[in-house]
């Protein structure tokens, strides 16, 4: 190997050298950086869960001052006065709605008698006039078709019996 090889060579290993280095260093610094990455988005998170249960808090305390004032028995009370006045509020709309004097005038046997008799009134008209149509002329069969039917399925029926036993 000649000088200016050998002296190339050795250039070359020390510029591999440093890429060495520098690979290690920027390997480094980018786990660096993804601590800190990871350390600000848990510092953020931090701060949000603290904002968020502060403002629980003040919702709590607020719920409580509006509840201090109020007592579940007195609730009850309440719920019960406007259910009485409610029943009230209904007996007067029904009374109201009742016509005086009027509701025990009339016996309702005699008034349910009277409008069955005005049913068959109107009934018997309306059968004065229909017309009904005339008798056949001709002779029936002695046996209508439907009762043959019937006698033709019993006979079946007893076959079907008979076989089966």
């Known amino acids: ?9 050795m250039a070359a290993l020390q510029a591999l050298k440093r890429k060495k280095r ?8 980018d786990g660096t950086l993804s601590t800190i990455e990871f350390q ?3 510092l953020e ?26 007592d579940v028995n007195k609730i009850d ?8 006045q409610q ?19 009339f016996d309702e046997d005699e008034l349910l008698a009277e409008l069955e008799e005005l049913e068959q009134e109107e009934l018997n008209k309306r059968m004065a006039d229909v ?16 009762t043959r039917k ?3 399925d019993e006979d079946d029926m007893k076959q079907l019996a008979a076989w089966a036993s």
Not at 77 to 82: K, N, R, T, V
Not at 89 to 97: G, K, T, Y
Request: a negative charge; glycine letters at 2%.
């Open 45 to 70: 998170n931090s701060h949000t869960n603290t904002e968020v249960l502060k403002n629980m808090g003040y919702a709590a305390q607020a719920m409580k001052k509006v509840h201090a004032n109020i």
């Open 131 to 146: 017309r009904l149509p005339s008798a056949p002329s001709s002779s029936l069969p002695a046996r209508p078709a439907s």
């Open 22 to 29: 520098y690979e290690k260093q920027l390997s480094q610094i």
């Open 77 to 84: 009370d309440l719920m019960q006065d406007i259910t009485e």
């Open 87 to 105: 029943d009230i509020a209904q007996e007067i709309s029904e009374a109201i709605s009742n016509r005086a004097g009027f509701a025990d005038e």
């Open 1 to 9: 190997m000649t000088r200016s090889s050998l002296l190339l060579v």
């Open 150 to 152: 019937r006698a033709e």
């Open 40 to 42: 600000r988005e848990a």
